[in-house]
Protein backbone atom coordinates (compact mmCIF):
# COMPACT_ATOMS: atom_id res chain seq x y z
CA UNK A 1 0.00 0.00 0.00
CA UNK A 2 0.98 3.35 -0.15
CA UNK A 3 3.01 4.91 2.77
CA UNK A 4 1.90 8.55 1.90
CA UNK A 5 5.49 9.44 1.08
CA UNK A 6 6.11 8.28 -2.06
CA UNK A 7 6.99 5.01 -1.23
CA UNK A 8 4.98 1.78 -0.36
CA UNK A 9 4.79 -0.57 2.97
CA UNK A 10 3.63 -4.24 3.00
CA UNK A 11 -0.45 -4.04 4.48
CA UNK A 12 -1.05 -7.75 4.57
CA UNK A 13 0.71 -11.27 3.36
CA UNK A 14 -1.52 -13.88 2.66
CA UNK A 15 -0.34 -17.56 1.50
CA UNK A 16 -2.42 -18.20 -1.86
CA UNK A 17 -3.87 -21.82 -2.60
CA UNK A 18 -5.49 -23.37 -5.90
CA UNK A 19 -8.78 -21.98 -5.05
CA UNK A 20 -7.63 -18.25 -5.20
CA UNK A 21 -7.21 -15.57 -8.25
CA UNK A 22 -4.69 -12.70 -7.45
CA UNK A 23 -6.25 -9.66 -8.88
CA UNK A 24 -4.37 -6.58 -9.21
CA UNK A 25 -4.81 -3.15 -9.57
CA UNK A 26 -3.72 -1.69 -12.93
CA UNK A 27 -1.83 1.58 -11.98
CA UNK A 28 1.72 0.64 -9.65
CA UNK A 29 1.38 2.28 -6.23
CA UNK A 30 2.76 6.07 -6.04
CA UNK A 31 5.70 6.07 -8.01
CA UNK A 32 7.47 2.81 -7.64
CA UNK A 33 7.30 -0.74 -9.34
CA UNK A 34 5.27 -2.02 -7.09
CA UNK A 35 1.44 -3.26 -7.90
CA UNK A 36 -1.19 -3.50 -5.72
CA UNK A 37 -2.26 -7.30 -5.20
CA UNK A 38 -4.70 -9.45 -3.16
CA UNK A 39 -6.52 -12.33 -3.28
CA UNK A 40 -9.64 -13.48 -4.40
CA UNK A 41 -11.56 -16.75 -3.79
CA UNK A 42 -12.50 -18.33 -7.21
CA UNK A 43 -15.92 -18.35 -5.94
CA UNK A 44 -16.17 -15.58 -4.95
CA UNK A 45 -14.40 -14.38 -8.10
CA UNK A 46 -16.88 -15.93 -10.55
CA UNK A 47 -19.71 -14.21 -8.64
CA UNK A 48 -18.40 -10.53 -9.03
CA UNK A 49 -16.81 -10.74 -12.92
CA UNK A 50 -19.13 -13.65 -13.96
CA UNK A 51 -15.76 -15.79 -15.10
CA UNK A 52 -13.31 -17.18 -13.53
CA UNK A 53 -9.74 -16.90 -15.56
CA UNK A 54 -7.95 -20.22 -16.03
CA UNK A 55 -4.76 -19.83 -14.12
CA UNK A 56 -3.21 -16.11 -13.09
CA UNK A 57 0.04 -16.07 -14.93
CA UNK A 58 -1.07 -13.02 -16.68
CA UNK A 59 -3.23 -9.98 -15.47
CA UNK A 60 -6.25 -8.47 -17.70
CA UNK A 61 -9.08 -6.28 -17.03
CA UNK A 62 -12.18 -7.73 -15.96
CA UNK A 63 -15.71 -5.37 -15.69
CA UNK A 64 -17.53 -6.08 -12.41
CA UNK A 65 -20.88 -7.38 -12.39
CA UNK A 66 -23.17 -4.71 -10.61
CA UNK A 67 -22.40 -1.75 -8.59
CA UNK A 68 -20.31 -0.79 -5.10
CA UNK A 69 -21.58 2.05 -3.40
CA UNK A 70 -19.06 4.33 -1.81
CA UNK A 71 -18.70 7.29 0.44
CA UNK A 72 -15.89 9.71 0.85
CA UNK A 73 -14.01 9.75 4.01
CA UNK A 74 -14.08 13.36 5.45
CA UNK A 75 -13.62 14.76 9.06
CA UNK A 76 -17.50 13.16 9.96
CA UNK A 77 -16.80 9.79 8.43
CA UNK A 78 -13.62 9.09 10.52
CA UNK A 79 -15.34 10.58 13.45
CA UNK A 80 -18.24 7.89 13.20
CA UNK A 81 -15.25 5.34 12.32
CA UNK A 82 -13.50 6.19 16.00
CA UNK A 83 -10.60 7.46 14.17
CA UNK A 84 -7.60 8.26 17.08
CA UNK A 85 -5.85 10.19 14.04
CA UNK A 86 -7.27 12.83 11.74
CA UNK A 87 -6.22 11.52 8.42
CA UNK A 88 -7.09 8.28 8.59
CA UNK A 89 -9.07 5.11 10.70
CA UNK A 90 -8.68 1.77 10.69
CA UNK A 91 -11.40 -0.70 9.64
CA UNK A 92 -11.92 -4.21 10.10
CA UNK A 93 -11.22 -6.61 7.47
CA UNK A 94 -11.52 -10.35 6.64
CA UNK A 95 -8.00 -10.85 5.22
CA UNK A 96 -6.32 -8.73 8.31
CA UNK A 97 -6.24 -9.31 11.83
CA UNK A 98 -4.61 -5.61 12.15
CA UNK A 99 -7.69 -4.48 9.96
CA UNK A 100 -7.41 -1.90 6.61
CA UNK A 101 -6.33 1.94 7.10
CA UNK A 102 -8.76 4.09 5.00
CA UNK A 103 -7.93 7.68 4.93
CA UNK A 104 -9.41 10.86 4.23
CA UNK A 105 -10.18 12.21 0.77
CA UNK A 106 -10.56 8.26 0.07
CA UNK A 107 -13.52 6.04 -0.04
CA UNK A 108 -15.39 3.62 1.95
CA UNK A 109 -17.12 0.81 0.16
CA UNK A 110 -20.50 -1.18 0.75
CA UNK A 111 -18.34 -4.11 0.47
CA UNK A 112 -16.20 -3.28 3.99
CA UNK A 113 -13.14 -2.38 2.08
CA UNK A 114 -11.21 0.95 1.61
CA UNK A 115 -10.27 2.91 -1.93
CA UNK A 116 -7.72 5.45 -2.13
CA UNK A 117 -8.55 8.45 -3.87
CA UNK A 118 -6.13 7.71 -6.49
CA UNK A 119 -7.53 4.14 -7.15
CA UNK A 120 -10.90 5.31 -7.10
CA UNK A 121 -10.19 8.24 -10.22
CA UNK A 122 -7.49 5.60 -12.08
CA UNK A 123 -9.77 2.32 -12.12
CA UNK A 124 -13.44 2.72 -11.00
CA UNK A 125 -15.95 4.40 -13.06
CA UNK A 126 -19.48 5.88 -12.13
CA UNK A 127 -22.15 4.00 -12.27
CA UNK A 128 -25.12 5.15 -15.03
Given at each position: MDDGKGG???ET???ITKNHIIARNP???SST???NDWLVPKDEWGKKYNQVPENSDTFREYKRSGNIK???IDDHILKLLSAEDPNFATI???WSKEGMKVFKGGYLSDLGYGISAIDMNNTYKLAE
Open positions: VKKENETRIVFFCIKSVS
